[in-house]
Nanobody, 119 residues
Framework: QVQLVESGGGLVQAGGSLRLSCAASGSIFSVNGMNWYRQAPGKQRELVATITTGGSTNYAESAKGRFTVSRDNAKNTVYLQMNSLRPEDTAVYYC?????????????WGQGTQVTVSS
């Protein structure tokens, strides 16, 4: 059984910063790509940032220059540093990881953490 637990969401004023964390735990052999998604009310879930095991990253256009994804492979943890936040960044943020575990290979999701940016 693999679990992803997110933390770090909250309420922040426009222009502020937040750092999200997501830790994977369970009978894990290895964690491959780790990703951050977000879903705003009434909108589809969208990919925000990705990071490979080797540290290669990709970002949505809306996140480039403001967000930074990183990971600690020893801790099976991925982070999302969000700076210069805007009201349109308000959403539930989810982490996603592709994991080799005791049950085989699978894609797992966290429960989500709310980020609210006030204007």
């Amino acid at each position: 059984q693999v679990q992803l637990v997110e933390s770090g969401g909250g309420l922040v004023q426009a222009g502020g910063s937040l750092r999200l964390s997501c830790a994977a735990s369970g009978s894990i052999f290895s964690v491959n790509g780790m990703n951050w998604y977000r879903q705003a009310p009434g909108k589809q879930r969208e990919l925000v940032a990705t990071i490979t095991t080797g540290g290669s990253t990709n970002y949505a256009e809306s996140a480039k220059g403001r967000f930074t994804v990183s990971r600690d492979n020893a801790k099976n943890t991925v982070y999302l540093q969000m700076n210069s936040l805007r009201p349109e960044d308000t959403a539930v943020y989810y982490c996603n990881a592709n994991v080799w575990a005791g049950a085989g290979f699978g894609s797992y999701w966290g429960q989500g953490t709310q980020v609210t940016v006030s204007s």
